[in-house]
Every structure is written in structure tokens, then in C-alpha cells.
């Protein structure tokens, strides 16, 4: 079972920047898509950006295009999410996950994804 650890939350003003990491542990991290997800207080868990295992592709929800960046470093088998122009709504738990098939480009669908961290808190202030 692979270990995701997230880090980099914390409290930021509106318009700030945060870069989020992951670091996976294992030897089989490049052999998987890899996904943020969010969760805000009292609404479900949504999809914020997926990258493929070789990096080269990546997806976005609507919210974060053009003001989050989603990427990968395999030979340190961490994944980021820097987030830039953030606002009060980016303000949840942050969690990355693994999917659950190698080989494999992600999806937006949480059941997708077998692996998860334990989360990081984002918290922007306006």
C-alpha cells in the first residue's frame, strides 16, 4: 500500500500563493496518474487537477484554469500543486491521490482513485 503525504498548506490572503506537494512513497510512483482533490466545509470532495504518470499531460477543473499549476517530479516521486491568484472559495482540505490503474490517464471521478493522502488545509483570506 503506497503512502501519500501532503504538505505546503497554510493561510495565505487573497491573490497569494501556495505550492502544495506529495511525496509518495514506494518504487512504482511513476506508474501512476496522479490527482488533487478538495474538500470545503459541508460540500463534497471535487476534482481540481490530474497529471498523467509521465507528466505529460494534465487536466483542470474549471475554478483553477490558468491559476493552478499541476506537475510531477518522478525521480523524487513528489507531485505539486502551486496554486497562484488564490481566493476565499479555494479555502478546503487539500488531498492528493493516486489512481487506481497504472498506465493509465486520470479521470475527474473520485472512485477512480484507490490511494489517498491525508490531506493538507488551504485557508485564503479575503
Known amino acids: 500500500q503506497v503512502q501519500l503525504v501532503e504538505s505546503g498548506g497554510g493561510l495565505v490572503q487573497a491573490g497569494g500563493s501556495l505550492r502544495l506537494s506529495c511525496a509518495a512513497s514506494g518504487r512504482t510512483f511513476s506508474f501512476y496518474s496522479m490527482a488533487w482533490f478538495r474538500q470545503a466545509p459541508g460540500k463534497e470532495r471535487e476534482f481540481v487537477a490530474a497529471?498523467?504518470?509521465?507528466?505529460?499531460?494534465?487536466y483542470y477543473a474549471d475554478s483553477v484554469k490558468g491559476r493552478f499549476t499541476i506537475s510531477r517530479d518522478n525521480a523524487k516521486n513528489t507531485v505539486y500543486l502551486q496554486m497562484n491568484s488564490l481566493r476565499p472559495e479555494d479555502t478546503a482540505v487539500y488531498y492528493c491521490?493516486?489512481?487506481?490503474?497504472?498506465?493509465?490517464?486520470?479521470?475527474?471521478?473520485?472512485?477512480?482513485?484507490?490511494?489517498w493522502g491525508q490531506g493538507t488545509q488551504v485557508t485564503v483570506s479575503s
Open positions: 491521490a493516486r489512481r487506481k490503474l497504472t498506465y493509465t490517464a486520470p479521470t475527474t471521478r473520485l472512485a477512480d482513485f484507490g490511494d
Open positions: 497529471i498523467t504518470w509521465g507528466g505529460s499531460n494534465t
